[in-house]
């Protein structure tokens, strides 16, 4: 059983992703983010590797993006930097990124890496279904990580289920056509999100974008096993602060503990 | 000679949208609605009757087409061989970037959309759209660096004037590139009633091919304007600048298939190619993805994007639509690249001996024709994109 199943097995309900830049907000910061995040009540660490042109991501990721680049961050520093991540770290730990920067890694090599590290799974959301089943597909399933789609409310039944069919551990549910750290109108989303709840998918669902607080929080999970919070932490650490205060303080607040 | 294989697949590429290895669509899931009903739709509307009698009907009526081919006495005198200018700078507008938004407006009311979104780099493009926009009564909102709002302010006066909002793009270089990644962001909050007009033969597959086929109205004309004039349809060179490269897919397009014809790409060098501010893409970039295509792009051994630079906001761009990456590829294409101060020397110069002045983009064109080697016997299409008034205050700088 892969570690994702695994969290979702002994946790069906309020299963929480967290997301943070990779070299953000300082380089050598990321296995200090990942530490506090995992103490303080994360279930899922999503671990992004900046991009000069993130096209799914709105300001508050892009200009993370852009300091953790200026940094000095990149995938190879990034695989240096969580190379014994698995001392310390038990929960698992998703690499997200654009296509780009992995093609000139080299895919391959980039997968038999980031399995080598003890990664579990991947979020490439410039990586479409055809180019999936094409080629890179069958490369991710031999280093056996887990991939995990996403579905958006436009995303038509036969597609969603065609997507769930080929991810693993878990199914990414867009709340709506947006990039990240838009608001959302959370009756909308509800409506879409007891759909999928209806469809009985072979994953669980997690919720992302526009997830922020306590309140966004109970509504994205009334009808899915958990959600992925992203803008909403990098803006915390953007105020700056003690990297474990400002992540307890706000994975409480979420949490509601 | 060129040593190639016709290739059916320089006119059309792939279901999935590839020319070789170039091209596809490398978009977030959140796109894939708005992007699979323009691939399913996009031919089939195109090539509806119907359609076509209103695209016909606006190029002609509103756009001014055909543009005229003009014989350059005096330039050709020069260069010593027949060199035809292709009066894309007479189109309404300005610029050659309106054939393009006349047929996408059209597509976007069959499609149902309400508003409509663009890039622009110079602001032809956006000029272009805001002006269909207007003539279809259709909210238009215009994405354009912060730079370059700066230093093409003319455009920015007329967008505004025809009734677009214009947003700063802010992000990275503030050019055309981050312009860009700020219309697909937007197109990605309000996918349902909204088009995206891209400007260029660049983003996901069916952009490419649908821009192409819009722009390659430039080649039909030519081959026509050419047998009426010399007896032969086909010439021995068509030479046009490269950004995205829309103007040149519109001018190669209907000589794709003619080993005969030599297509030469101009792109944008910058300082010099090696000066480390160029925006020569095939001279300095790797294969790799930007804007939703697989194509050659300028970026670090990281894969980061780099910032490129030219001295016309419509050529700095790190990358090049993948017909042309295919092109370059395959060795179809010829690729040459102009610096900053060779397309000024270039504007100068065509205005002076054929009372043409010619936008900054359209000027590297011209700058690789004394280095071409041509004969007597050489007869040349040059695509003249657009016209100089929106560089005014550059060539001002210089005058």
């Known amino acids: 059983m892969s570690k994702l199943e695994l969290v979702f097995k002994e946790k069906s309900k309020r299963v929480l992703n967290v997301y943070c830049t990779a070299g953000y907000p300082s380089l050598d910061s990321t296995m200090k983010v990942m530490g506090s995040l995992q103490k303080n009540g994360a279930d899922i660490i999503e671990l992004g590797m900046p991009y000069s042109d993130p096209l799914a991501d709105g300001e ?47 895919f391959e090599n980039f997968c038999k890496k980031a399995k080598e590290v003890g990664v579990d799974g991947l ?42 069919s080929l991810s693993n551990g ?30 009985q998918l072979k994953n669980p669902i997690l919720v992302g974008f526009g997830i922020k607080d306590k309140a966004t929080f109970d509504a994205a999970t009334l009808h899915t096993q958990g959600a992925i919070i992203g803008s909403a932490y990098i803006q915390q650490l953007t105020k700056g602060g003690d990297i474990e205060t400002t992540t307890s303080q706000f994975l409480n607040s979420v949490l509601g503990a | 000679m060129n040593l190639f294989n016709v290739d059916e697949n320089y006119q059309n590429p792939t279901m999935e949208g590839y020319y070789g290895d ?69 189109c309404h507008t300005g610029a050659h970037k309106i054939n393009n938004t006349v047929g996408q407006i059209i597509l976007a009311q069959r499609l149902g959309k309400k508003k409509i979104i663009a890039e622009t780099g110079a602001g032809q493009h956006g000029v272009a759209t805001a002006t269909v926009c207007a003539l279809k009564g259709m909210e238009c909102v215009i994405y354009m660096g912060e730079k370059d709002i700066e ?23 503030k050019t055309l590139k981050d312009a860009t990644n700020e219309a697909i962001r937007a197109w990605i909050n309000e996918p349902n009633e909204t088009h995206y007009i891209i400007g260029s033969v660049v983003g996901p597959h069916p952009y490419p091919d649908m821009v192409a086929r819009f722009q390659s109205v430039i080649s039909e004309e030519i081959r026509k304007q050419l047998k009426e004039k010399t007896g032969n349809e ?44 160029s925006a020569a893409t095939t001279q300095l970039g790797t294969p790799g993805i930007l804007h939703g295509s697989k194509s050659i792009v300028m970026q670090t051994s990281d894969g980061q994007v780099v910032e490129p630079h030219s001295i016309s906001a419509g050529l700095d761009y790190p990358g090049i639509g993948p017909l042309h990456a295919f092109l370059y590829e395959s060795k179809r294409g010829i690729f040459l690249s102009a610096t900053d101060e060779e397309a000024l020397e270039s504007a100068f110069h065509l205005s002076k001996i054929e009372g043409i002045i010619p936008a900054l983009e359209t000027a590297h064109a011209f700058s690789v024709l004394p280095k071409m080697n041509l004969k007597a016997s050489d007869v040349v299409v040059v695509c003249l994109s657009g016209r100089g008034d929106k560089d005014l205050a550059t060539y001002m700088e210089h005058l």
Request: hydrophobic letters at 45%.
């Open chain 2, 234 to 277: 086909l010439p021995t060179h068509v030479v046009a600048c490269v950004g995205g490269g829309s103007n040149a897919a519109g001018a190669f397009y209907h000589f794709l298939n003619e080993p005969s014809v030599n297509l030469v790409a101009v792109e944008a060098a910058g300082h010099g190619v090696n000066s480390g501010l």
């Open chain 1, 123 to 164: 979020i490439l959301p410039d990586l479409p279904l055809f180019e999936f089943e094409q080629s890179y597909g069958k490369i991710i399933t031999e280093n056996n990580l887990d991939f995990i789609f996403l579905v958006t409310p436009e995303t038509p039944v036969d597609r969603i289920k065609k997507l769930d």
């Open chain 1, 60 to 106: 508050v990721i892009q200009v993370s993006s852009i300091k953790a680049l200026a940094n000095g961050m990149n995938i190879a520093v990034l695989f240096d930097q969580i190379k014994d991540m698995r001392k310390s770290i038990s929960i698992p730990v998703i690499l997200m990124g654009y296509m780009n920067p992995i093609l000139q890694y080299g």
């Open chain 2, 22 to 90: 170039f091209g596809g669509a490398y978009i977030p899931e959140m796109l894939y609605g708005n992007v699979e009903t323009l691939k399913t739709q996009y031919l089939q509307i195109m090539q509806d009757p119907i359609f076509q009698a209103e695209f016909q009907y606006l190029l002609k009526d509103y756009v001014g087409r055909p543009t005229p081919l003009f014989l350059a006495e005096r330039l050709s005198k020069e260069i010593g061989a027949t060199i035809y200018l292709k009066r894309e700078d007479l």
């Open chain 2, 151 to 173: 230093r093409q302010a003319p455009n920015v006066a007329r967008m505004k004037m025809l009734g677009a909002t214009v947003i700063p793009a802010k992000s990275g270089s």
């Open chain 1, 170 to 199: 878990f199914l990414y549910a867009v709340s709506s056509s947006a990039t990240t750290g838009k608001d959302k109108d959370f009756n909308v989303v509800a409506q879409y999100l007891q759909k999928l709840q209806a469809m």
